[in-house]
């Protein structure tokens, strides 16, 4: 299995400008989890899905930030506009119901940098 | 009451040490206490995890001891090697809701 994954790794981009964050859970995995962290404030959760419909948001720093979830192997991660403070990275985790475990497989990270 | 508190902030110990780890909760509808570990560069990837219903629970060299009582858990590395210097989070969750993960140990273990 090719584990979570995530696009772009790195992303740089001017203040105002719109950030899509993408993420391909693993084949199988009904939770999803989208986290930032920050050496201010840690690991912070943003938003979960569970079947590919958003749970809990309450994360979400303000209406800047919108995540979807279209199907079971996508979810996106949009900022716009995009502001400094949001400099950050932005992890996508999923995790399966299925046998009980609730282990949360985290992707590689995507490293915002707003200018 | 959906914190977890964790400490130390950061530690360094040297090799063979015993460094501890401790985290505190206040939510006693929690059952379930992971510990992840970050390397840098890397995401977070789940080290070791007990239920509420046992006191101790060891995967070669890491041990997670549980204090239902205190609402304490606290991760202990017997033998540690440099291989081991990453970041800690401790976690707490209930069924398959959210984690909450604590402020993360930064672990220095020195040669």
């Known amino acids: 299995d090719a584990g979570v994954i995530q696009s772009p790794r790195h992303e740089v981009t001017e203040m105002g400008q719109e950030v899509t964050l993408r993420c391909k859970p693993i084949?199988?995995?009904?939770?999803l989890f989208w986290y930032r962290q920050t050496m201010m404030r840690g690991l912070e959760l943003l938003i979960y899905?569970?079947?590919?419909?958003?749970?809990?948001d309450s994360g979400m720093p303000e209406d800047r930030f919108s995540a979807k979830m279209p199907n079971a192997s996508f979810s996106t991660l949009k900022i716009q506009p995009s502001e400094p403070r949001d400099s950050a990275v932005y992890f996508c985790?999923?995790?399966?119901?299925?046998?009980?475990?609730?282990?949360?497989?985290f992707g590689p990270g995507t490293r915002l940098t707003v200018t | 009451q959906q914190q977890v508190k964790q400490s130390p902030q950061s530690l360094i110990v040297q090799k063979g040490g015993i460094p501890i780890i401790n985290c505190a909760y206040e939510?006693?509808?929690?059952?379930?206490f992971p510990w992840y570990q970050q390397f840098p560069g890397k995401g977070p990837a789940l080290l070791i995890a007990?239920?509420?219903?046992?006191s101790e629970k060891k995967e070669g060299r890491f041990t997670i001891s549980f204090n239902k009582s205190a609402k304490q858990f606290s991760l202990h590395i017997m033998d540690s090697q440099p291989g081991d210097s990453a970041t800690y989070f401790c976690?707490?969750?209930?069924?398959?809701?959210?984690?909450?993960f604590g402020t993360g140990t930064r672990l220095l273990v020195s040669p």
């Open positions: 899905f569970n079947n590919n419909v958003p749970i809990d």
């Open positions: 976690a707490a969750g209930r069924g398959f809701q959210k984690l909450v």
């Open positions: 939510n006693t509808a929690f059952d379930y």
């Open positions: 985790a999923s995790s399966s119901t299925r046998g009980g475990r609730r282990e949360q497989y």
């Open positions: 084949s199988g995995h009904d939770y």
């Open positions: 007990i239920r509420p219903d046992v």
